[in-house]
């Protein structure tokens, strides 16, 4: 059973999120019935509201006070997903996470597109409103800026419901939202193509102003009716597997746990040789497909280019093509190894990867934990004379690559050790 004030918490919000529906399905229903709205009208109004929610979704997504789940071998984004490095927001206690901030250009552009989308499905086959409606549609949606922005800034922000969200789960409601949109505006289009001249006639020819009042009143209700039940979504638990949010139905992110870094005794430090940080990127690419599927595109262009014996655009896209996927390693190398050093305490038994631009420990490994410890030789190990350790652990597979000397890393894990479980040096590996 939750806590009495965090019950009363959820109350009041509840309250706020089903004042905030009320008010923004009552507006096409007084235009409708007061204001001489058709079809179109109507449509026109769910579409920009739709791209309302859309806009105060970023927002929620932006400031989202848990950290995103990403996957940390992610190229370029896995990094700082790792570190989850913030930036503070003045005169707040909020902070904003970098790796959100790197992926919100990616997200506008995915959103803006199915907003489009949505419009041309929606709002394209039909006549376009009066000058009169028009003015009063885009007053309408102004109204539901500003009543879904009070709502936002008073519940998600005031309140402190951005700590139990990141900006996956920021987004959970408004997807259900644009399905509910989507979905009912492909009914009216299909009501309002039938009233106009059966089923059969062409989208173009389709009039809004056919439909009737009752049909209208219904589109809205049934609008009306799927964003309550929203709100609602964990009382429907008994159909949905759903949390207590009215953003949407989802489970809660988990909350970051950081790793301690605190080491008993003074650590013997070891780093990644500086070219390491850089070049051993490279070695990666085939365990990022998509950089070498980046690399393989080219290639195919560059071959229907010399089937027009174009030898100078040919050159150029293959010197691209392999180029293009090397930088992109090597500075996802860097920013995976470049700040990074590793704290060995012999006594304790324990090594802590620590970021020393961030100031964050990426993860800690107790001597007695791990399962197998290889010293590999990769070819950048060979040309810098440097030595990566593959250290196996039941949370995976960990790497300390282009170490100057592996002794120290190496005399934790002998120590622990019996005689019939020795190292295995020198062993050769292409890829780290």
Known sequence: MPPIGRARNQKTNRRREVLRVTVANAIPIVGVVALGWNAAALLLLYWLELGVDSVWALVRAVFAGRPPALDTDGLLVGPLAARQPTLSVPGTSMDVYLVTLVGLPLTVLIVAIGWLFAGAVLVGPTSNPSSGTLSTVVLAAIGLFVVTGITTLRTYFHDGEYRKHNSQTAFSGHLFRIITVFVGGLVTVAFVTAATEGPSVEISRVDPATVGLPLLLTIALGKFTADFCGVYSDRLA??????????????????????????????????????????GGPLRLPYHMGCVSLGGIGLVVAGLFALGQAWQIVTVVVAASVAVPCLLMCLDQLLRYGTVEYRIAPDDGVIVAYDRLFGTALWRLES??????????????????????????PDGQFILPHLPDSDPVLAISEAARSPARQLIPGRRAWFT
Not at 243 to 270: C, H, I, N, S
């Open 368 to 393: 007695w934990a791990q399962t197998d410890v290889r010293v590999e030789t990769t070819p950048v190990d060979t040309l810098l004379g440097t030595e990566t350790v593959s250290v196996d652990h």
């Open 238 to 279: 008994v159909y949905f597997e759903s949390y207590d949010q009215e953003y949407g139905w989802f489970d809660p992110p988990p909350e970051p746990e950081p790793v301690e870094a605190t080491l008993d005794e003074t650590p013997e430090r070891v780093r990644p040789v500086r070219l390491g940080r850089v070049f």
